[in-house]
């Protein structure tokens, strides 16, 4: 069966600080990669995505992620954060071999404090 | 580019009434769109798969006679809550794809059943 986990509820950090969140993914096709930002009450927002190629792959927001397939992980980095990036941050497998259907992990919480 | 739109944001109903809720890729074309439901501090979890001028495909677990869904044209799709329950109170998003497995998310809508 398809499954994405995130192993962080909530994570704190301060301002100006790095980050990274953790994904990693069960799936029986050739995946695609997805991180997605959501703000309290507000739909989901793209920050990057991984189809093939360069494993390292830049997105909005300063945001990257990269894609290790050894390890089924795909995590998420930003080197300095800002107040801004406080959000929960969800990261998504999906696959044309599954009718692009997307399976969610249980989403991370980040705080920020100044 | 690539914006999909809800309406209603928000919408608060009597228990056994009706509700539509409309999603709208409003720059593009979408051939396929998906319904998500997200309860409170949850992941979201896919309800169907829409289909321009096809029925819709439902996960397993999702009433088909409760959450009607109609592709009508490929920028719009519907999901009509039917006698709606307060169990039935989520936020609900749709998303709509491009191209491939990319999907694009709108804003959400807040059913609240009382």
């Known amino acids: 069966a398809q499954s994405v986990t995130q192993p962080d509820i909530h994570i704190t950090v301060s301002e100006g600080a790095s980050l990274e969140l953790r994904c990693n993914y069960s799936y029986g096709a050739t995946p695609y990669l997805f991180w997605y930002v959501q703000s309290p009450g507000q739909g989901l927002q793209l920050l990057l995505k991984?189809?093939?190629?360069?494993?390292l792959v830049q997105g909005i927001k300063g945001f990257e992620a990269e894609f290790k397939r050894s390890q089924s992980s795909f995590n998420l980095r930003k080197p300095s954060v800002h107040w801004s990036d406080a959000a929960e941050y969800f990261c998504?497998?999906?696959?044309?071999?599954?009718?692009?259907?997307?399976?969610f992990g249980a989403g991370t919480i980040l705080r920020v404090k100044s | 580019g690539a914006v999909v739109s809800q309406h209603p944001s928000r919408v608060i109903c009597k228990s056994g009434t009706s509700v539509k809720i409309e999603c709208r890729s409003l720059d593009f074309q979408a051939t396929t769109m998906f319904w998500y439901r997200q309860f409170p501090k949850k992941s979201l979890m896919l309800m169907a798969t829409s289909n321009e001028g096809s029925k819709a495909t439902y996960e397993q677990g999702v009433e088909k006679d409760k959450f009607l869904i109609n592709h009508a044209s490929l920028t719009l799709s519907t999901l009509t809550v039917t006698s709606a329950h307060p169990e039935d109170s989520s936020f609900y998003i749709c998303s709509a794809i491009l191209a491939g497995v990319e999907q694009y998310f709108g804003p959400g809508t807040r059913l609240t059943v009382t």
């Open positions: 998504a497998v999906g696959s044309m071999e599954y009718g692009n259907k997307l399976v």
């Open positions: 991984y189809f093939s190629g360069d494993t």
